[in-house]
Structure formats: structure tokens, C-alpha cells
């Protein structure tokens, strides 16, 4: 068996400890952007924003001519839901 009986000097285990918690760190950040941007798609996917054109049909289905102010009236109710 052999073992490794590397000396450092106090610089250079500073500066080994520095280089590998910054290395964990960047590792760190760019798995984590990568889940989140997973997620986010996931999200859009499964819930897909409310568009003016559904908002209409919404409408249209509730047995109304929706006006424009209708229409924006409603989207902006639903903006302020999602505060």
C-alpha cells in the first residue's frame, strides 16, 4: 500500500481550497440554471398563459359579444391575480 505523503505549504493549500470551492460553486450555479430552465418549461407546458383570443372564446362560449374593453378589463384582472 502505498501512500501519498504530499506536503503543502500553507499558500498553496489557501490557494487549493480556494480553486475547489470556487469550481464547486460555478458547478453549482450552472446545474441549478439548468433545472430551473427545465422546470420553467415544464410549467409553460402543463400551463400555458391566458391569450386575448382564449379570453374571447371565453366569452363567446358564456353566450356574449366580448368588447375590447371586455377583453382588456379581464386581462388585467388577471394580471393583478397574479401579484
Known amino acids: ?46 400551463n400555458p398563459p391566458v391569450t386575448e383570443k382564449q379570453i374571447r372564446a371565453m366569452y363567446m362560449s358564456m353566450g356574449r359579444k366580448p368588447s375590447e374593453s371586455d377583453i382588456k378589463k379581464t386581462m388585467r384582472a388577471m394580471q393583478q391575480a397574479k401579484k
Not at 14 to 25: E, K, N, T
Open 1 to 46: 500500500m502505498v501512500l501519498l505523503t504530499t506536503e503543502f505549504s500553507a499558500g498553496e493549500l489557501a490557494g487549493m481550497l480556494i480553486g475547489v470551492i470556487l469550481g464547486a460553486i460555478i458547478l453549482g450555479a450552472i446545474i441549478g440554471f439548468f433545472i430551473t430552465r427545465a422546470m420553467v418549461k415544464k410549467q409553460l407546458k402543463d
